[in-house]
């Protein structure tokens, strides 16, 4: 296995699911972020409560209060660029 060159993270809100979820999903986004990161030696779940929290004070800035992200999450690694191109092409054809 090659060196990691980065990787995909996906969680969930309360009330939606990823998507191809047979439960169904929300296809239609609002908001995108972009996020650019630099290596952290913080392991990963760290790096996802950060962007949780994050998310989390926008958010009641914009007047929603309360629980927002189901826990867990997803994480897709890239061995090479390959592997990152086609993540972010996966999220841009998304976003759509």
């Known amino acids: 296995m090659g ?3 980065g990787y995909m993270l996906t969680w969930t809100t309360y009330g939606s699911w990823l998507q191809g979820d047979e439960r ?3 296809k239609v986004c609002t908001n995108h972020v972009h996020l ?3 290596y ?3 392991p ?3 790096t996802v409560s950060r ?3 994050v998310a989390s004070a926008a958010l009641r800035r914009h007047g929603r209060a309360g629980r927002v992200w189901t826990r867990g999450f997803d994480k897709r690694y890239c ?3 390959g592997d990152l191109s086609r993540r972010i092409q996966y999220v841009n ?3 759509r």
Do not use: A, C, M, W
Request: no cysteine.
């Open 51 to 53: 962007f949780k929290n």
């Open 40 to 42: 952290s030696p913080e």
């Open 79 to 81: 061995f090479d660029q």
């Open 93 to 95: 054809n998304h976003n």
């Open 36 to 38: 650019v990161l630099r």
């Open 24 to 26: 169904g999903y929300v």
């Open 44 to 46: 990963i779940g760290g």
């Open 3 to 5: 060196q990691t060159v």
